[in-house]
């Protein structure tokens, strides 16, 4: 198989985008902060290397991370395009829930981490991507904007979550999805079971995540002060199942483990969660957190129509449901997904 490289015929192109800072709540965030904000789709790190890179102008002019946005300012961030990668396409099963010239909705399955990282070289969802999306005669049909190691890459899933992830092919397409995120016309839903009853039927967790400050492999409540970013989810009780209930969350905001982070700030941790649900145990051999991306719907970025996209409960995901309602005599025509 061949690596994914793009035709010296056809270079790829830089990414150029303008933002504007209206928002008088905005005065004094550092730049880095600030524009990783904008940015869902790029790390703080990212941004941080783009400005030292002089990749990103403020009011015409080269700046650094610790610029303190004044009101009226205007931001020019341009991403350069992506050097040829050296990673192999595999021949990984992938689910495919969409799929046109322009963008793929798959259904990840638990385990499968996104994108190369430390320790995951092999193995990822973006070498299924370069086998799926690959051929001889075209090259490799992903967008590059994400980056060398993210090719099409928009938004992310942990290892251990399922569902739909939405998948650019074209760098326009990653363009219009990442503005829907960022607008958040974008819809995203989840179903989760946790541990533990909320009070009430429905709510919203407002509360910024940042890392850790001692266990770096999480994430958790951190003031925006001390370099938290803003996070939102919105919550349902879908069914309650005696000491737990099955959830109904859609995310405002994409923040790394925000649902996980928010349920354990809820008291409720994900079943089955290794760092936020710690000691507590319901009985039954699991892979890991029980959460996943139900429904995502989008507008195309070409016809504008909009497509949504339901992902069937994995199997483990049914078999938790199942045994949780007969434990506790509750119906199961209720949640038939």
């Known amino acids: ?14 990414s150029t985008q303008i933002y504007h800072v209206n928002n008088p709540d905005e005065v004094g965030q550092r730049l880095d902060r600030w524009l990783a904000a904008q940015r869902q789709d790029l790390s703080r790190s990212q941004v941080q290397r783009l400005l030292e890179q002089g990749y ?6 080269e700046s650094t991370k610790k610029y303190a946005m004044q009101l009226g300012d205007v931001v020019t961030l341009t991403v350069p395009p992506p050097v040829p990668l ?17 963008l793929l909705i798959v259904n990840k399955p638990a385990g499968l981490v996104v994108h190369p990282a ?21 090259g490799t049909s992903l967008s590059g904007i994400g980056g060398t190691q993210r090719p099409g890459i928009v938004h992310r899933l942990d290892k251990d979550t399922t569902g739909a992830l939405a998948i650019a092919k074209t760098d326009q397409a990653h363009q219009h999805l990442q503005a829907q995120i960022q607008a958040k016309t974008a819809q995203r839903d989840y179903l989760g079971i ?42 349902q009780v879908k069914q309650r199942l005696g000491h737990f209930t099955l959830m109904h969350f ?3 905001t994409g923040r790394t483990h925000q649902i ?18 710690k000691g507590r145990d319901l009985g039954i051999n699991l892979t890991g957190q029980v959460l996943h991306a139900w429904r995502l719907r989008v507008q195309h970025p070409v016809s504008e129509d909009w497509i949504e996209v339901e992902a069937p409960l994995p199997p483990e995901f049914q078999k938790v449901l199942r045994i949780l309602q007969v434990r506790c005599g509750a119906s199961m025509s209720e949640t038939e997904f």
């Open 56 to 61: 990103v102008q403020v009011n015409s002019g």
């Open 260 to 277: 996980r982070v928010h349920s354990a700030f809820l008291g409720c941790p994900i079943v089955g969660d290794p760092l936020y649900g």
């Open 1 to 14: 198989m061949m690596s994914q490289r793009r035709s010296l015929e056809s270079p790829p192109l830089e």
């Open 194 to 235: 946790v541990f533990g009853k909320p009070s009430g039927l429905s709510g919203v967790v407002d509360q910024p995540i940042g890392r850790h400050p001692v266990e770096r492999k999480k994430m958790a409540i951190v003031a925006e002060e001390k370099g938290g970013r803003v996070a939102l989810t919105h919550w």
């Open 86 to 102: 050296d990673l192999e396409p595999e021949a990984i099963p992938l689910t495919v829930l969409y799929e046109d010239e322009h």
């Open 250 to 252: 859609r995310l405002q």
């Open 118 to 138: 430390p320790g995951h070289a092999t193995g990822t969802l973006v070498h299924a991507l370069l086998a799926h999306c690959s051929s001889e005669e075209q």
